[in-house]
């Protein structure tokens, strides 16, 4: 049997977490989740997740720093980051792409939408 991809959500909130864990879930993943940066990013050495979806705006620590953060820790260096912004926060590209986050994703978004983006981050993935 094929062991399931496992994807970290980071979101400070509870309804964002519920909705994109259960589509995942449907979609075949594993999902673990944190309401803050700093516990995502324990999550996120112990667990190494395939993927990691981060809120940006968050406690302890906001996307951005989670994000910057697992590029200098040898072992989750090569995990891909996509965050999540409120709509009309704009999060400057440079910071982005110093941070290594493949795609940023604006609140309200379609669960559907999400997972595509997901599946195709992770088909682009070496093996």
Excluded: W
Excluded at 26 to 31: L, M, P, T
Excluded at 36 to 64: F, K
Excluded at 87 to 116: H, M, N, T, W, Y
């Amino acid at each position: 049997m094929k062991e399931k991809l496992k994807i970290l959500v980071v979101d400070d909130e509870v309804h964002i977490l519920h909705v994109v864990a259960l589509k995942f879930r449907n979609a075949g993943y594993e999902v673990i989740t944190s309401q803050d940066g700093r516990e995502g990013l324990e999550l996120a050495q112990v667990e190494r997740p395939a993927l990691i979806i981060t809120d940006y705006q968050m406690p302890h620590l906001s996307g951005l720093e989670l994000a910057r953060r697992i590029r200098h820790i040898p072992s989750t260096r090569e995990i891909p980051v996509l965050m999540l912004t409120a709509r009309g926060f704009s999060v400057d590209q440079a910071a982005l792409q110093a941070a290594g986050i493949e795609i940023c994703i604006e609140k309200p978004f379609g669960p559907r939408e999400l997972l595509r983006r997901v599946d195709e981050i992770l088909q682009e993935q070496p093996v």
